[in-house]
């Protein structure tokens, strides 16, 4: 992967509806090269897919919880019981295992607080929990979807793998 590659990713990042010509034009290659570079990145699983972002609030979907879940229990059957049962709650976006005090980490969007409360019973009805909290959002500052893909932060795992 070298520079006009993560030109691309980030392009692509930033507006995955541009035309191939486009992103050709201002990564400095002709439409084809530049199609068989997005393709090849796809096959490698480097862009996993290509999605619309939507407004949380204009689709109803206003409130914003982190919620920390302390697992109660460890075991491997635990675990597959609580990722499944996660997995199929529509409204939990993300799923983190955490290192420390809190064994999960879910980011969940409802559209109010009756809505979350239905969410909560859902959730620990999944496996046995030893505590769940939850911090609801009250404005975000900020959010992307964009990894940053410039100087040492970015690397390129297939060339560090082949050098190992």
């Not at 559209?111 to 959002?137: C, H, Q, W």
Request: charge should be negative; hydrophobic fraction near 45%; include cysteine.
């Amino acid at each position: 992967m070298d520079e006009i590659d993560r030109h691309i990713l980030a392009l692509l990042q930033e507006d995955a509806t541009l035309p191939i010509a486009q992103i050709a034009d201002r990564v400095g290659l002709s439409a084809t090269p530049c199609w068989k570079r997005i393709q090849k990145m796809e096959a490698a699983g480097v862009i996993l897919r290509r999605v619309a972002l939507l407004d949380p609030a204009s689709v109803g979907m206003g409130l914003s919880v982190m919620v920390a879940v302390e697992a109660g229990d460890h075991t491997p059957e635990w675990l597959s019981r609580f990722a499944a049962g996660v997995a199929s709650l529509p409204e939990v976006m993300e799923v983190y295992r955490m290192a420390g005090e809190v064994d999960y980490m879910l980011r969940v969007v409802c559209a109010d607080m009756a809505e979350y409360d239905g969410f909560y019973k859902r959730l620990i009805a999944i496996a046995p929990l030893k505590n769940v909290t939850s911090r609801f959002a009250m404005e975000r500052i900020k959010y992307t979807t964009a990894h940053p893909l410039h100087g040492p932060t970015f690397r390129d795992r297939r060339a560090l793998d082949e050098t190992e």
